[in-house]
């Protein structure tokens, strides 16, 4: 079974700064991409940055220029620095991973647990 366990969250300041990490664990033979998704209070979940294996970034366009996404391929880990942070990114944030866990089964999505980013004013 893939465990996505995540390590981040909390309570900051706008225009502070956090960062978020995320590490597949089970048996897992590759996970692609990688990536971040949030859900505020009466909002649906959507994507906030994703990276494939290759190192090619996506972010969403409210983020773009303050958060950036890393991984460790070796570790099966991610990485988001959100820098700049809103109040507007008060939300759950959940980490998801596309995982192959042999060669020839096909791609299964898994999720973390959520960590709460709060962001006051």
């Known amino acids: 079974q893939v465990q996505l366990v995540e390590f981040g969250g909390g309570l900051v300041q706008a225009g502070g700064s956090l960062r978020l990490s995320c590490t597949a664990s089970g048996i897992i033979f590759s996970t692609n991409p990688m990536g971040w998704f949030r859900q505020a209070p009466g909002k649906q979940r959507e994507l906030v940055a994703a990276i494939e294996s290759g190192g090619t970034p996506n972010y969403a366009d409210s983020v773009k220029g303050r958060f950036t996404i890393s991984r460790d391929n070796a570790k099966n880990t991610v990485y988001l620095q959100m820098n700049s942070l809103k109040p507007e990114d008060t939300a759950v944030y959940y980490c998801?991973?596309?995982?192959?866990?042999?060669?020839?089964?096909?791609?299964?999505?898994?999720w973390g647990q959520g960590t709460q980013v709060t962001v006051s004013s």
């Open positions: 998801n991973a596309r995982v192959k866990l042999v060669r020839d089964m096909p791609w299964y999505d898994y």
